[in-house]
Nanobody, 124 residues
Framework: VQLQASGGGLVQAGGSLRLSCAAS????????LGWLRQAPGKEREFVAA????????YYADSVKGRFTISRDSAKKTMYLQMNSLKAADTAVYYC??????????????????WGQGTLVTVSS
């Protein structure tokens, strides 16, 4: 499956953005899809993930309560609603899926099928 992230942009601290991740084909219900990010000069890090069928969600502590992951099965699209954005959220955001399709992971090295990222810049 090919994944394409979009929706990034420039926003002031405290603002909101919604990212989209379009899949080329509908993920299996047991599949996990995730959002990860890479800030300038830093390693990639896990942001959030979702089990496609059940809708089970997972979040990094740094975004819990501010970000919401969701999906529209009919549109084969996953979303990341980002509220109360901080300068520390500035990064290129990617959607990807674990190599073991049905296994949730927080380790970026466990993910594959990285789509082209979308840049989110939060000005303070």
């Amino acid at each position: 499956v090919q994944l394409q992230a979009s929706g990034g942009g420039l926003v002031q601290a405290g603002g909101s953005l919604r990212l989209s991740c379009a899949a080329s084909e509908r993920p299996f219900s047991s599949s996990v899809l995730g959002w990860l990010r890479q800030a300038p000069g830093k390693e990639r890090e896990f942001v959030a993930a979702m089990r496609w069928g059940a809708g089970t969600t997972y979040y990094a502590d740094s975004v819990k309560g501010r970000f919401t992951i969701s999906r529209d099965s009919a549109k084969k699209t996953m979303y990341l609603q980002m509220n109360s954005l901080k300068a520390a959220d500035t990064a290129v955001y990617y959607c990807a899926r674990p190599r073991s399709r049905a296994s949730y992971s927080r380790a970026p090295e466990d993910y594959t099928d990285w789509g082209q990222g979308t840049l989110v810049t939060v000005s303070s």
